[in-house]
């Protein structure tokens, strides 16, 4: 059984530069979300796709973040012109939800290990 | 918008039992979730309510109150493994197009011998 996977688990780089995080949702899965995690909090919703469709994004989600998932299998999340406040936990998670769906299923959100970026 | 609240820390006796509440203040309600975060690892699905009533699960059974905006969790027979966070996550209502999960901080429960 492959859960989500995300690469890399770690990160380090100098401000400013750019950074690139990739993840593999459960094989089938359709929707796939990207969140933040700073120390002590609970994650932060970033952005979710529904297969190759960005369908929403949160305000947190700067002009510097992007996000893709071109074959609405894996994902990229970029960040450009990283900051120090950027520095955090990146999740991935994946849920599957029918075609026929109306929004009551379960649609329950699978987490990866996470991507650990320090922006020094 | 969003808001949810849970206790911040919690100590508990190995094989007691510890009740983790969660309140919520939501403008639209599709699903409450809690999941276990042990330090540095990702969160992990523990339970779901979308309708009142107790949910059980083996040692882990959660509730949820709608008119009240309230869940807890009950974690039975407590082990040292279960030294972890407990986040508490509401999804908002499918119309609004709104399918990503609010947490909260989480608990953070540390089981003694």
């Known amino acids: 059984d492959t859960g989500v996977s995300q690469d890399p688990r770690h990160k380090i780089t100098k401000r400013g530069q750019n950074v690139t995080f990739r993840c593999d949702p459960i094989s089938e899965h359709n929707r796939l979300y990207w969140y933040r995690q700073t120390l002590g909090q609970g994650p932060e919703f970033l952005t979710y796709f529904q297969n190759e469709a960005q369908l929403e994004k949160s305000r947190l989600l700067s002009d510097r973040f992007s996000a893709e998932r071109p074959k609405g299998s894996f ?46 | 918008g969003q808001n949810i609240d849970q206790p911040t820390e919690m100590t508990a006796t190995e094989g007691a039992i510890v009740q983790i509440n969660c309140t919520y203040q939501t403008s639209g309600f599709n699903g409450l979730f809690w999941y276990q975060q042990h330090a540095g690892e990702a969160p992990t699905f523990l339970s779901y309510n979308v309708l009142d009533g107790l949910e059980e699960k083996g040692r882990f059974s959660s509730f949820l109150s709608r008119s009240k905006g309230y869940s807890y969790l009950l974690l039975k027979e407590l082990q040292m493994k279960d030294s972890a966070s407990y986040l508490c996550a509401v999804r908002g209502q499918s119309h609004t197009g709104r399918r990503a999960l609010t947490f909260g901080s989480g608990t953070r429960l540390q089981v003694q011998p």
């Open chain 1, 75 to 120: 994902s990229t999340l970029e960040i450009q012109r990283t900051e120090q406040g950027d520095s955090a936990m990146y999740l991935c998670a994946s849920s599957l939800v029918g075609r026929e769906s109306t929004g009551s299923s379960t649609d329950t959100q699978y987490f990866g290990p996470g991507t650990r970026l320090t922006v020094l």
